[in-house]
């Protein structure tokens, strides 16, 4: 079956512009995650939905970042008065249940200019 | 707090030899889960394996084995007869029961493999 899609695959954007990066899980996955990985790093966990609300938003680096599910499903994160220190790979993923392995989408490159 | 440390950040075998990549951990809780996770170069994470910290039985997959020790908190990976397709970049992860769903990943290890 289908993976999880994010798009877009590449974003440029200018410093200061607000962005939004779509999920799309595998179907029937009522859990799901978003990373953010820098250059040379592992992912850095950012948010945790379960079915239509976020269970931790612990990784999330300030107010800028805010992420939604309003069904249950697509999952949308969303970057206000982006900074070039936004710039990374961001990644999604989904789980059948919180505990099941984590299945990881291609991630949207981030530039910010 | 939980932590992974890949010390290896890069790794370079000739074909055929085996390899294997080293993680240690650490967390407070009893029970957690870890991860490895492979990169490849075309960025997509591919899961290999997750185990519990209840389960120490090492496991083999094809090619692929792990040698979990709680001893030394301890959670390598051995891949035998290397191939050119295993050039990628390898993520060891935990995840602890406190916080189950948030996976805290290592640095990683960049393995190639030289035909």
């Known amino acids: 079956g289908a993976g999880v899609s994010q798009t877009p695959s590449n974003k440029v954007t200018e410093k200061g512009k607000y962005v939004e990066l779509r999920c799309d899980p595998i179907?029937?996955?009522?859990?799901l995650y978003w990373y953010r990985q820098s250059l040379g790093q592992g992912p850095e966990f950012l948010i945790y939905?379960?079915?239509?609300?976020?269970?931790?938003d612990s990784g999330l680096p300030n107010d800028r970042f805010f992420a939604v599910r309003p069904e249950g499903s697509v999952s949308t994160l969303k970057i206000q008065r982006t900074e070039r220190g936004d710039s990374a790979v961001y990644l999604c993923?989904?789980?059948?249940?919180?505990?099941?392995?984590?299945?990881f989408g291609p991630g949207t490159r981030l530039t910010v200019t | 707090a939980q932590k992974v440390t890949q010390a290896q950040t890069e790794n370079s075998v000739v074909e055929k030899e085996d390899v294997t990549l080293d993680c240690v951990y650490e967390?407070?809780?009893?029970?957690?889960?870890l991860f490895w996770y492979k990169q490849p170069p075309s960025g997509e994470l591919v899961f290999l394996i997750r185990?519990?910290?209840?389960?120490?039985q090492n496991e083999i997959s094809g090619r692929y084995s792990w040698n979990f020790q709680k001893s030394t908190s301890s959670f390598n990976f051995t891949i035998t007869a290397s191939q050119v397709v295993d050039s990628a970049v390898y993520f060891c992860a935990l995840s602890d029961d406190s916080s189950a769903s948030k996976i805290i990943f290592g640095s990683g290890t960049r393995l190639s493999i030289r035909p």
């Open positions: 939905f379960q079915g239509t609300g976020a269970a931790d």
């Open positions: 185990r519990n910290s209840f389960d120490e």
């Open positions: 179907s029937g996955h009522t859990a």
């Open positions: 967390t407070r809780d009893t029970t957690y889960y």
């Open positions: 993923a989904s789980s059948a249940d919180p505990r099941g392995e984590q299945y």
